[in-house]
């Protein structure tokens, strides 16, 4: 047994061979995980407080039956699962133009969902409009290099799959989508967290290194700072008055 599943946390022999170009080591025979899955499952455990078993509303875009089943059952998650037109999602959603009140989520998944979206950057500043000040986004996309390819001249499904690798994809993104993100009004954290596993690991879970986008408010951070600062600001004052009093002594 020298692969383990972090989702369903079985051991196996190894994950079944998964792709149009068969990589091996893809898919969990008992779960049916991806690298991808696995590798997002650590990251939100390690570095998210989705598991904190605080109650949180949840906006999951574009659901696979996997995650979903997985994310919804999460203790105190107000779950919501949203999708153009899957019938798997609970509710219709369209990205650019979202039918929630501002601030309504205090997360967002949105993975594998931009490179559809014609007007990317109106889906991102309408998830930056309803996500709630101290919240956050989760961003996957396929990335193909350093710079986001794009053309607006390509518009039919058989000239996106030769220029985008697929028919109904918009784009390639690049590693600057992160700039995108940014100019929408967010605060990106470029994590490649398979890079923070060791070797082992990474053998042993079957993961790729592959980019996520940690988005949140841009004044969130601020405030974040502000409270850090004067949480320091706390700290050197009391250590003042404790000199202060070995002194008078
Ligand atoms: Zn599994």
């Known amino acids: 047994m020298n692969k383990f599943c972090p989702i369903c946390q079985m051991y196996t022999d190894r994950f079944r061979p998964f792709g149009e170009q068969k990589r091996p080591d893809a898919k969990c025979p008992n779960c049916g995980s991806l690298e991808r899955h696995r590798l997002v499952w650590c990251y939100f455990q390690e570095k998210t407080n989705l598991f904190d078993r605080k109650p949180k509303s949840l906006l999951h875009i574009a659901p696979e039956r996997l995650m979903g089943e997985l994310i919804a059952v999460i203790p105190n998650l107000d779950y919501l699962s949203a999708d153009i037109d899957s019938p798997l999602a609970m509710v219709k959603i369209d990205l650019t133009d979202i039918q929630y009140p501002a601030e309504s989520f205090d997360i967002i998944l949105c993975s594998h969902v931009l490179e559809h979206i014609l007007d990317d ?4 500043a309408e998830m930056l409009r309803v996500l709630k000040p101290k919240g956050w986004v989760n961003v996957q996309v396929p990335i193909y290099g350093p710079t986001t390819f794009e053309d607006p001249s390509v518009t039919t499904p058989e000239d996106r799959l030769k220029f985008f690798g697929q ?9 600057d ?3 995108r993100l940014e100019e929408a009004g967010f605060q990106v954290k470029h994590e490649r967290y398979a890079r923070e596993l060791s070797e082992e690991t990474r053998t042993l879970y079957a993961v790729r290194d592959q980019d996520l986008f940690l988005c949140t408010k841009a004044r969130n951070v601020w405030m974040l700072t502000h409270r850090a ?3 320091r600001y706390k700290k050197c004052s009391h250590d003042h008055k404790r000199q202060r009093k070995s002194l008078a002594v």
Do not use: C, S
Not at 121 to 124: C, E, G, I, T
Not at 168 to 175: P, S
């Open 121 to 124: 950057r109106k889906a991102m």
């Open 167 to 175: 028919e109904d994809h918009m784009r390639k993104y690049g590693r």
């Open 177 to 179: 989508i992160k700039t």
């Open 229 to 231: 600062q004067r949480k």
